[in-house]
């Protein structure tokens, strides 16, 4: 019989989105087989005014922790360095940890970023494709997702990836 106690962790955690980053990354096929994964670049904080953008978020987020309309949502033992302390050693990303990161906001945030998985950009319109989201130089294919967006909708993209989804399909349908 197995006697092993099941941990419980009460609590959550508080993300921090930079609306439009300046630093871009890049997307290279690795072959031209669909079924190899492409190299990808995120080049996150690239640019030193998102990495500012960052760690000012951070000391908002540090201010609304310490706030006393928050006091009821957390224990009062427990010290905002603490739960820093702690993010910086959960498994958000593969990302190497350096000694500092808990104390430093700059190096916090280099180290413990992560995507939220809301890929875009990679497709551009224009660029890789056409208006009407047809692959340039591609006979009979069409990039209809979110990889042909310039910028992030603001929050998941699901809901704006299916509108596209239905008004392109529409259209195609219109034109036959």
Same mark, same amino acid.
């Given at each position: ?9 009460? +609590? ?17 096929? !690795? ?21 500012? !953008?960052?760690?000012? =978020?951070?000391?908002?987020? &540090? ?10 949502? !957390? ?15 959960? $498994?958000?990303?593969? !990302? $190497? ?18 995507? &939220? ?18 692959? &340039? +130089?591609?006979?009979?294919?069409? &990039? ?8 992030? $909708? =603001?929050?998941? $993209? ?10 392109? +399909? ?7």
């Amino acid at each position: 019989m197995n006697t092993m106690m099941k941990a419980t962790v009460r +609590g959550g955690i508080i993300l921090e989105k930079i609306k439009g980053p300046i630093s871009t990354g890049h997307l290279k096929l !690795r072959t031209t087989n669909p079924e190899d994964n492409p190299y990808v670049t995120f080049n996150y904080f690239e640019e030193p005014e998102d990495l500012q !953008r960052c760690v000012e =978020g951070m000391r908002t987020i &540090i201010k609304v922790i310490n706030s006393k309309a928050f006091s009821k949502f !957390r224990f009062p033992h427990i010290r905002v360095q603490l739960l820093i302390d702690m993010m910086v050693y959960s $498994p958000v990303n593969l !990302r $190497p940890r350096h000694v500092g990161a808990s104390i430093f906001l700059e190096q916090f945030c280099i180290d413990t970023v992560m995507t &939220i998985w809301h890929y875009h950009g990679g497709c551009h319109v224009g660029r890789v494709v056409e208006p009407d989201y047809k692959v &340039i +130089g591609v006979d009979g294919l069409r &990039i209809i997702d979110g990889s042909t967006f310039n910028h992030s $909708p =603001g929050t998941n $993209p699901q809901a704006t990836v299916m509108m596209l989804g239905r008004y392109m +399909g529409e259209k195609i349908l219109g034109e036959r």
